[in-house]
């Protein structure tokens, strides 16, 4: 069972609340639109397609997908012998879960002279999406320049999850959220939507709607972790879920951390009931 | 530029990037000193203060070491942490809080937000950047290892805003009626709650982005971006072991040195480069018993390694041109005939009244975005 002993528990960060870091991020590719509109640089382009991409984490809506898509496209076509351009399509296409078409990209990218840390992130992420676990967990594990610590341990953990791990696993993403060093809730609520969306993938829903959950708590506006939310309530039926749904908005308030006991993520949780691996 | 953008971690979130530190007596009212810090680059209109972190203030007295460089005595720090809460929908400010000990002073974003009092005044929100430099023709320099500054040069901060937290405090009352005359100051980002973790740390300008970076001099760490890592230094504890930042500053001040083809600087092989100890400790450094000045940068500094008197009060006012200082002193020396990067004030320079620095522009000119914005 999950552990919820306190003596057990890795508290989470303070961030930032998600109605400055969306309006600070507004701003500043309000900023980077302009200075695109005006100068076409490519590296501003690069920088609007990130932004977007974390924009796009929050709202999952389809239409910021699709002009992070026809940016990208105009990117390449703009500047087809720059690498970060088929990276960042490389990207795209891997979120439309059109893995072929990132595959080439990368391979261009590849031949366009990109950094190969940058690279082997991106085909971990495509390597992950086929279920290849262990050549995924093998790059993440020998590409250490490319990420900050705690993104890549939580990457590295949900690997080791999907692999059957859970140990390691568990070990892996307490360390990730120890070593997390960011004021912004972004990329910490990418990290715990992951780890909640492997928990789904083997199976075990209720961690996974913790992990759900402490997203929400952090990005109260996180679609993606609604719908997961709701679909766990629902497969499960089981009311708990709906309790969590309807949880407070998480405040920046230092007494009030979110355990990570509660997210299953003690060194004494169980194995999961469905191991796909 | 200064500390703006000045780490890879502040690279990803603007909140917690610090951009420039100020520490001077307010003009004609004795007694009374003001602290400025700068955050969030090239910031629009509307950007906000984050929620999640503290930016400190620590104050301390100063005591000249018998290799004659200035250390904060940590053990008599004064802090001074500034919170702020979530962003109001409706009026689109923050309630502020600074905490100095047990006293609380509770205040708004905002000209209407301000808060004056005979103890300390505080003013937070957005304001023009008072910094100022030709951050293109800086860098050249160093990729070119000859001095590129032009007459005129181009102001890369010209119209840009910063968020700005404006202190006011009565010296005797916060720091202490008996206290001594030097007092040092630098400021932190950190992340509330517990453990703490330090984002970014200032204490005078262009230690982290030219003295510290990577120019390819250093023959211990030769691509490592040693920003971060300094970041989480105590800047009031140097750690004696800090080779890393030893070795780093030698080499590229010996670089700086040799730019006009004379020496400034000699040291002997092994040895330190006589500026190294004094940039390590990374503070501003103001005698506080003095009256206002606008010139005062590096000059209590000046006075403790060569055993001259100072002839100001040291600290840093908002208007000064620290670039040119910074690069005659380096290259030069301290009495060399000096080095101007052709911008020699901001465009709209800070006033001598609190708040200081002229309100934000409306409608700033569209930066160049070396920032990457976003990640998850």
Known sequence: ?????????????????????????????????????????????????????????????????????????????????????WMALAEVSAMRHRLADAGQALLTATANGAPPVEIAEIRADLLEAV??????????????????????????ACCQLALGAHHDAVAAFTSAIRTYAD????????????????????????RAALAYHAVIMYLPSHVRAHRALAECSMASGDPHYRRIVGATRHQANPDDPISLGQLGLSSTVDPPRVSPI | ???????????????????????????????????????????????????????????????TGADRVIRARRADQVTLDITFDDLDPATGSQAGLLRCGDTLTRFGTGDAGAVYSDQVSVFAGLRRDPFFMDVRREVETRATRRIAFTDPGTDAVAGQNVLSIVIELDAAHVLGVDRQPV??????????????????????????NVLLSVNGNDTVNKTVDLRDLYNLEDVFAVNPAAEAYRSRLDANLAMF??????LAWPFPAGNHHPLTEMWLNDHL?????????????????????????PTTCGGRWLNED????????????????????????????????????PAGNPNPPIADPAVPVGHD
Not at chain 1, 190 to 206: A, K, P, Q, V
Request: hydrophobic residues 40%.
């Open chain 1, 183 to 206: 004021a912004s809730p972004l990329p910490l609520g990418s990290m715990l939507f992951n780890w909640g969306h492997t928990w789904e993938h083997i199976g075990d829903r209720g």
């Open chain 2, 1 to 63: 530029m200064s500390d703006h953008l000045s780490s890879p971690r502040a690279l990803r979130d603007p909140t917690i990037d610090l951009t420039d530190l100020y520490f001077f007596p307010v003009p004609d009212v004795p007694g009374r000193l003001a602290v400025v810090v700068n955050v969030f680059p090239l910031a629009q209109p509307g950007a906000a203060f984050s929620d999640a972190v503290s930016y400190r203030l620590r104050l301390a007295p100063a005591e």
């Open chain 1, 131 to 156: 279920g290849e676990h262990r050549a995924a967990l093998e790059i993440r594990i020998a590409n250490s320049g490319g990420l900050p610590p705690a993104q890549r341990l939580s990457r590295i």
């Open chain 1, 1 to 85: 069972m999950t552990d919820l002993r306190p003596e057990s528990a890795v508290r989470l960060p303070l961030c930032t609340s998600e109605t400055i870091t969306l309006s600070n991020l507004d701003l500043q590719l309000n900023n980077l639109r302009h200075w695109y509109a005006q100068t076409r640089r490519v590296d501003a382009g690069i920088q609007i397609v990130h932004g977007l991409l974390s924009r796009y984490s929050v709202s999952a809506r389809d239409a910021d997908l699709r002009h992070i898509e026809a940016l990208t496209c105009a990117l390449v076509e703009q500047a087809p012998e720059d690498p970060r351009t």
């Open chain 2, 183 to 208: 007092w040092v100051v630098a400021a932190e980002t950190v992340s509330q709650g517990a453990p703490s973790t330090r984002f970014e740390r200032l204490g005078r300008p262009e230690v982290k």
């Open chain 2, 257 to 262: 040195d040799e730019l006009d083809g004379a």
């Open chain 2, 285 to 309: 450094v103001l005698d506080t018993t003095k009256p206002f000045s606008e010139r005062g940068y590096l000059d209590l500094e000046r006075a403790a390694l060569t055993g001259q008197s």
């Open chain 2, 322 to 357: 620290v670039i040119d200082l910074l690069y005659s002193v380096i290259v030069r020396g301290w009495d060399g005939p000096p080095i101007k990067d052709g911008v020699e004030h901001a465009t709209i320079p800070a006033l001598p009244k609190f708040p200081y620095l």
